[in-house]
């Protein structure tokens, strides 16, 4: 596939030879950049070293909830993380005939192992004990965690970790949000912990926890839509003074990994990843900050 003036790819790859000569792109690469710019063809090509040959497998976990996904089909299109795998799939030369989607678990996707996807995307955390297992992609999104309990409990007003510290919370398995509760919380009862976040808004909602920790889009759409009775507490700075993003999960090595990681970075620079946050994500934008 020929990229044109207009591709993210060749863009971002124009942006950065003009940062580094000091020369404005030109319509012809020159020999400096020749090797750069067949990185950034090949990368686009559409014929990249896939698990299956002319297919992208993306993987994800079931239910796909929502503001990630819509009506738990992530072949929709729709939801923001839907949308991010379309637009990587196309920076990388796949039309969305030619995506294919792979039901993955969420604690399975960055298990080491071999994987059955070319990347895969359900709101995992880039760590480094992660890294250890799996690759990552930049991030493509920033994201907070946030307490949500029902509007009649008795935790409903707190302000700070340490009105949380009697609580019952809960938190689902290998999430940053039980990083949350066990690091910034650190509640004097035993956390539930539970397989999935459906179980938790269940708990939740049956007064079997007093409030639950997920990520501050979800917080939003589960007291909109799914428990009415419940309200987002708040939400927890970056304690660390380093951002918690969301990455693609590729296997460990992949050769595909610096392909994907140029396609985020250019819908990062064109301004895609931020106007499918602001369509997809666009309630999620305050909160009270717990201190």
Not at 126 to 151: C, H, M, N, T
Not at 169 to 181: E, F, I, Y
Not at 217 to 227: G, K, L, N, R
Not at 231 to 250: D, H, R
């Amino acid at each position: 596939m020929r990229l044109t003036a207009r591709s993210p790819l060749v863009t971002l790859l124009a942006l950065t030879v003009a940062a580094a000569t000091g020369c404005a792109p030109q319509e012809e690469p020159s020999a400096a950049g020749t090797q750069a710019g067949a990185s950034a063809s090949a990368c686009a090509s559409g014929g990249l070293a896939t698990e299956t040959e002319g297919k992208l497998t993306v993987g994800t976990d079931k239910p796909a909830y929502a503001p990630w996904f819509q009506g738990d089909d992530p072949a929709s299109g729709k939801g923001f993380e839907s949308a991010v795998a379309y637009a990587v799939a196309k920076a990388l030369g796949y039309g969305r005939s030619q995506v294919v989607w792979q039901t993955v678990p969420f604690n399975n996707s960055f298990a080491p192992g071999a994987k059955n996807f070319d990347f895969d995307l359900n709101q995992v955390s880039i760590s480094d004990e992660r890294k250890r297992a799996v690759d990552f992609s930049s991030g493509y999104y920033e994201v907070r965690q946030a307490v949500v309990a029902l509007k009649s409990s008795p935790y409903a007003g707190a302000r700070s970790a340490e009105a949380l510290k009697g609580a019952k919370l809960g938190a689902q398995v290998g999430t940053t949000s039980l990083d949350t509760v066990d690091g910034i919380i650190k509640p004097t009862r035993q956390p539930a912990v539970f397989q999935k976040n459906d179980f938790a808004k269940s708990a939740l909602r049956n007064g079997q926890v007093d409030a639950i920790v997920v990520d501050l889009p979800t917080a939003f759409y589960i007291t909109s839509a799914e428990v009415p009775d419940a309200k987002v507490v708040g939400q927890f700075a970056n304690s660390s003074g380093k951002a918690e993003q969301f990455g693609l999960v590729l296997d460990k090595g992949s050769a595909l990994t610096p392909c994907v990681t140029r396609a985020v970075d250019a819908l990062r620079a064109d301004g895609t990843l931020a106007a499918l946050e602001k369509r997809w994500l666009s309630d999620a934008v305050d909160a009270p900050v717990l201190k």
